[in-house]
Nanobody, 123 residues
C-alpha cells in the first residue's frame, strides 16, 4: 500500500522556521515529481512548491518564493519543505503529493496524497 506521511508541522511565531517532511512508503518515488500544497478551511487547496523527479527543477508559488525551499532525498524516499520567515498567512494544513506519471516535473497529475500536517504561525 502506497502512503505519504507528512510530519514537522506545529505552532511557530512569525519569523520562525519549520521543516516539513513527507515520507513515502510502499514503493520508490525516486522517479516521480512531487509537490506541496496547503489549504485553509473554506478555501481551495493551493499550490506551494514542486520538485521534478531528478530534483533539478523546483517551482514555488509567488507567495513563498525566497522563503521556502523544497528538496528531496531519494535514498530515504522522503522529501522536504524548509519554511523560513514564516508569516501568519502561511497558516494552513500542508499536504504532499506525488505525480502518477514518472519522470515528471512535479507540476500535475497527482495520484497520491498525504493526510496533511497543520502549520500555525502566530503573530
Amino acid at each position: 500500500q502506497v502512503q505519504l506521511i507528512e510530519s514537522g508541522g506545529g505552532l511557530v511565531q512569525a519569523g520562525g522556521s519549520l521543516r516539513l517532511s513527507c515520507a513515502a512508503s510502499g514503493r520508490s518515488f525516486s522517479r516521480y515529481g512531487m509537490a506541496w500544497f496547503r489549504q485553509v478551511p473554506g478555501k481551495e487547496r493551493e499550490f506551494v512548491s514542486a520538485i521534478s523527479w531528478s530534483g533539478g527543477q523546483k517551482y514555488y508559488a509567488d507567495s513563498v518564493k525566497g522563503r521556502f525551499t523544497i528538496s528531496r532525498d531519494n535514498a530515504k524516499n522522503t522529501f522536504y519543505l524548509q519554511m523560513n520567515s514564516l508569516k501568519p498567512e502561511d497558516t494552513a494544513v500542508y499536504y504532499c503529493a506525488t505525480e502518477e506519471t514518472p519522470y515528471g516535473l512535479g507540476r500535475a497529475g497527482y495520484n497520491y496524497w498525504g493526510q496533511g500536517t497543520q502549520v500555525t504561525v502566530s503573530s
